[in-house]
């Protein structure tokens, strides 16, 4: 028997039992469309996880400040004084708060305050819709200007400009000099959504006590590894050698975690959907043999016609492997169609592997041959003439 017949029989038999081929088929197409949509789904998280690290800004430096005892914040002149450490182009504390806002009669509460000083702009790589920025006049001074995140403008004021225009954070009346230019989430949240202030200003309106958290920008990419020692060392004295004290991180740390985190989970999924393909080879293998019984007399007659035992072992490998491919591209075509539902619904990115994509259809192959292959075999070694009086 060639492998044109073997087809052409294997299309008949399954056409011949349809509901019983398209149940058995049911467990290899979950699977291979479950894999498709996890592993499409995690590849496109990752990338919007590295799309919003990078949006971080250029060579960017972030220290955490935990802080031991009675030393758990570090002051705006110790965190000034880091900038004259070799390497370093702009260094910004960031205060950051929560507080009600309120413009005339419209009121949020919960909305994200920042601290901050004239260098942040650069550091953040933030650009200016409207107005002007803070500057180093507004810090000393501890004058109450703020500059507006997109939406935060938006939500308040409409369509009206509102630089020159006035709002209150927990009750202090400040006056908007500037808004941003939307830019999008990022890891360490979206500018669009905050209210920006001096760093000074922000200490006494809400009593702040120190710093905890500084960005920093390192002058090139070549000077990030450098300037993380000369910090560590710094910080180091401060927190008199209790490394626990602080957190240094950079954007290819970020990077590394986001990604080593987003496999981490891909894997898992993947794994968990692929339980599925083991299943549903296992109900390969179950309705392969219940066909072999069913048809043990057609079996004998092709072995008294001449059919030898490679003959019968290939007819039935070929339905197996046959019935996992349909099921594989069933799989497929619903994994694809499965991660562009999901990712209209949910909003979630999703990235469609060429590579998955095909790496599915060889495992549903691989499944119907490894599933198909005792049932064949069964099959094949018959005795013709038991086969031929089997009732």
């Given at each position: 028997m060639n492998a044109r017949e073997a087809v052409k029989t294997a299309f008949q038999t399954i056409i011949s039992y349809k509901l019983r081929t398209f149940l058995t088929m049911l467990g290899i197409v979950i699977g291979i469309s479950s894999v498709i949509i996890l592993v499409s789904l995690g590849n496109g998280t990752k990338q919007q996880v590295q799309g919003k690290i990078q949006n971080l800004g250029t060579n960017l430096i972030y220290v955490n400040i935990i802080g031991r005892g009675s030393k758990n914040t570090v002051s705006y002149e110790e965190t000034m004084n880091l900038a004259q450490l070799r390497g370093i182009q702009a260094i910004s504390p960031v205060i950051s708060e929560t507080a009600t806002v309120k413009r005339s009669e419209k009121l949020a509460d919960g909305i994200e305050i920042s601290g901050i000083n004239s260098s942040y702009q650069a550091i953040r790589a933030l650009s200016l819709k409207k107005g002007r920025f803070i500057s180093p006049l507004d810090f000393d001074y501890r004058t109450r200007v703020a500059v507006l995140g997109s939406n935060i403008a938006q939500n308040f004021f409409g369509f009206i400009n509102p630089i020159g225009e006035t709002i209150q954070i927990n009750g202090v009346t400040f006056r908007v000099i500037g808004v941003l230019k939307p830019k999008g989430n990022s890891i360490a949240g979206s500018d669009d959504d905050r209210v920006l202030l001096p760093a000074s200003t922000t200490e006494r309106t809400f009593y702040a006590q120190g710093i905890k958290s500084i960005f920093i920008q390192a002058q090139n990419s070549k000077m990030v590894q450098p300037v993380l020692k000369n910090l560590d060392k710094k910080l180091k004295a401060l927190f008199r050698n209790d490394t626990n004290s602080y957190k240094l991180l950079n954007q290819q740390d970020m990077l590394d975690t986001a990604n080593s985190v987003s496999n981490l989970m891909t894997y898992m999924l993947t794994g968990i959907a692929a339980i599925?393909?083991?299943?549903?080879?296992?109900?390969?293998?179950?309705?392969?043999?219940?066909?072999?019984?069913?048809?043990?007399?057609?079996?004998?007659?092709?072995?008294?016609?001449?059919?030898?035992?490679?003959?019968?072992?290939?007819?039935?490998?070929?339905?197996?492997?046959?019935?996992?491919?349909?099921?594989?591209?069933?799989?497929?075509?619903?994994g694809i169609s499965g991660s562009f539902t999901v990712k209209s619904v949910a909003g979630i990115e999703a990235v469609i592997s060429m590579a998955v994509l095909w790496v599915s259809l060889l495992f549903s192959i691989m499944i119907g041959l490894v599933f198909g292959i005792v049932p064949a075999y069964k099959a094949a070694k018959l005795n013709p003439i038991d086969a031929l009086h089997y009732e």
């Open positions: 599925s393909l083991v299943v549903g080879g296992i109900g390969i293998m179950n309705i392969m043999l219940v066909s072999v019984t069913e048809r043990t007399r057609e079996i004998g007659i092709r072995k008294a016609l001449g059919a030898k035992r490679r003959d019968i072992l290939f007819q039935f490998l070929t339905e197996a492997v046959l019935i996992t491919v349909i099921a594989g591209l069933i799989g497929i075509l619903l």
